[in-house]
């Protein structure tokens, strides 16, 4: 079974400041692939970056970066400069052997003016 | 590229009746489709899986007589939640993978935008 765990449930940050949001990822598969998605108060889920697990370069996406350790199987994403439009819920997933994805259970951003 | 469409976007409708809800890849074909539910304030949890041609598999706790899904085209898949109830109101999303052909990504699947369905 796989199981993603996202321990924060709400962060609350003032624009500008870095904030980090973290994913713990459990699977016995040796090939899987993770996910962080952007759930905006509209609802549409928006792609932010997929990683493959035989991949473990960093990865910065303007003021997006993600850092992915399998030894800690942790895939956590820093948004640096915070904005207001960065206030989301984000969630984390891992599609493994199944094809199925596991999201967690969600993180959600508040970026205050 | 790569996008799912879902219809329609809202609905409201009576305790007891049915709902349709469709989901559409409109630039390539999805040999799979996912069905997703989720509760105000909760993740996404997967309902079943589609695929063109054949029975969807359920998840557990998931009632395949009341929420039946036909995937009949390499391009549709549709929802039908039948006699719904208010706790069947929720936010219902599809996605859709292409595991053949020039669009296979690496287990990617693409989302479509959702249904909000309040039954009243």
């Known amino acids: 079974a796989q199981k993603v765990t996202q321990a924060q449930t709400e962060i609350s940050v003032v624009e500008k400041e870095d904030v980090t949001l973290d994913c713990v990822y459990e699977?016995?598969?040796?090939?899987?692939?993770l996910f962080w998605y952007k759930q905006p108060p509209s609802g549409e889920l928006v792609f932010l970056i997929r990683?493959?697990?035989?991949?473990?370069q960093n990865e910065i996406s303007g003021r997006y970066s993600w850092n992915f350790q399998k030894s800690t199987s942790s895939f956590n994403f820093t948004i640096t400069a915070s904005q207001v439009v960065d206030s989301a819920v984000y969630f984390c997933?891992?599609?493994?052997?199944?094809?199925?994805?596991?999201f967690g259970k969600g993180i959600t951003l508040s970026v205050r003016p | 590229g790569a996008v799912v469409s879902q219809h329609p976007s809202r609905v409201i409708c009576k305790s007891g009746t049915s709902v349709k809800i469709e989901c559409r890849s409109l630039?390539?074909?999805?040999?799979?489709m996912f069905w997703y539910r989720q509760f105000p304030k909760q993740s996404l949890m997967l309902m079943a899986t589609s695929n063109e041609g054949s029975k969807a598999t359920y998840e557990q706790g998931v009632e395949k007589d009341k929420f039946l899904i036909n995937h009949a085209s390499l391009t549709l898949s549709t929802l039908t939640v039948t006699s719904a109830h208010p706790e069947d109101s929720s936010f219902y999303i599809c996605?859709?993978?292409?595991?053949?052909?020039?669009?296979?990504?690496?287990?990617?699947?693409?989302f479509g935008p959702g249904t909000r369905l309040t039954v009243l």
């Open positions: 630039d390539f074909q999805a040999t799979t």
């Open positions: 996605s859709a993978d292409s595991t053949s052909g020039a669009r296979s990504i690496n287990n990617e699947q693409f």
């Open positions: 990683r493959n697990s035989f991949d473990e």
């Open positions: 699977t016995r598969d040796t090939t899987y692939y």
């Open positions: 997933a891992l599609n493994g052997a199944n094809s199925k994805l596991t």
